[in-house]
């Protein structure tokens, strides 16, 4: 750790620690640079992860109230409420890492928070009516979107009071740096996630896209949430008929609805075994990322195993991808673009090894360095 900060308290503040995606593993290299840093969460449900073991862990009141503390959404108006309640009187910097409120808290003037944020709240602006129409509350939706609308413009309004909060904000890419700016009117500097994937022995990274077996299958995986646009490859894959593997450990209305319409070409596997979704990534012709993202982990650890991409063009798709040397784009989020597109993707080669090294700007190393340094920069004098 840099020496001006040895001696500091520090706290790291997560919206909620439920399942294991890029907003978790930007926690836990967060954690790794502070190890004695302590964590402050609305709810935490990776108790057995041997991450947390050791560590002193403040949840919120949310975690003892039954169904609410399994529910991000359904806990919506209280979170605001919980972390205004965390006490962050006796650290020195607080980092917050947000996708939603871990920025609400408050943090005495003398104290650095340093927000990293994810995106700025997906379902008070960017996304809000994509989520209003898919809202995932079972019976309680004729409810929930009667109610949400009513509510929307003063959670919009505390959202964009408490983005003054921090002293400071990071962006986890030039697409969200643009969203602080225009839904908080913050200033970011961009530092992008990174990932730490031991490529060897799982890599081919000697052989073409077109050259990775006769089990030949495409890659997708994460959340099963609307945004992420697993509908889309559904319709595509059954249309086509080409072998589709998907990964997610989403168990939800969304998932067995769209599980049930897939043909038999396309194989759904419920798991969050990076270990496994690693192997898929290795293994696949191509990985699929069909979404409007600010940032995605999934097609750079894709690309750490020199597996291209073939990804929506817009957003972090075209920070991250070279057309033509890493990947591809279609241009619209149809099932006709996205078709031609592998029609097109399945006459090229790519260069595994090329792939690799591209992906290797998105490494662990460089996002913890560039972390440390900024707060080190940023420290009071």
Request: aromatic share 14%.
């Amino acid at each position: 750790m840099n020496t001006s900060l040895q001696d500091k308290r520090i706290a790291i503040v997560a919206d909620w620690i439920k399942d294991w995606w890029g907003a978790e593993i930007v926690l836990e290299q967060t954690m790794e640079l502070f190890p004695e840093a302590d964590i402050f969460s609305s709810v935490l449900w990776q108790q057995e992860n041997p991450l947390f073991q050791g560590r002193n862990i403040t949840t919120s009141f949310i975690q003892k109230i039954p169904l609410l503390n399994k529910s991000h959404k359904l806990a919506l108006t209280l979170r605001p409420l919980a972390f205004e309640s965390f006490d962050l009187s006796e650290y020195d910097i607080v980092i917050s890492l947000s996708s939603a409120e871990s920025k609400w808290v408050i943090t005495k003037p003398d104290c650095l928070h340093i927000c990293y944020c994810h995106t700025p709240t997906r379902y008070f602006w960017s996304h809000y009516h994509e989520y209003l129409q898919m809202m995932e509350f079972g019976i309680w939706n004729p409810l929930a979107k009667w109610l949400m609308p009513k509510l929307v413009h003063r959670l919009r309004a505390w959202d964009f009071c408490a983005a003054q909060r921090p002293d400071y904000f990071i962006a986890n890419s030039e697409t969200t740096k643009k969203r602080i700016w225009k839904y908080y009117e913050r200033e970011a500097t961009v530092i992008y996630p990174g990932l730490d994937i031991k490529t060897s022995p799982l890599t081919q990274s000697s052989l073409s896209n077109n050259e990775k077996g006769a089990d030949e299958y495409y890659f997708y995986t994460g959340r099963c949430i609307p945004y992420k646009k697993f509908d889309l490859l559904v319709d595509a894959f059954n249309q086509n008929g080409k072998k589709l593997i998907i990964a997610t450990n989403t168990d939800n209305t969304l998932y067995r609805n769209l599980k049930a319409k897939s043909n038999d070409n396309i194989e759904w596997k419920l798991t969050g075994d990076l270990d496994e979704i690693n192997r898929l990534h290795a293994g696949a012709k191509a990985f699929l990322f069909p979404p409007e993202e600010d940032f995605g982990l999934a097609p750079i650890a894709a690309m750490m195993m020199g597996t291209p991409v073939i990804a929506y063009a817009k957003w972090w798709a075209s920070e991250s991808i070279i057309n033509g040397k890493t990947g591809m784009f279609f241009e619209e989020q149809t099932v006709r673009s996205l078709n031609e597109a592998i029609d097109t993707f399945e006459t090229m080669k790519f260069d595994a090894k090329e792939i690799q090294e591209h992906a290797q700007k998105f490494s662990k190393k460089n996002f913890q360095e560039g972390l440390l340094n900024f707060i080190a920069h940023h420290l009071p004098k």
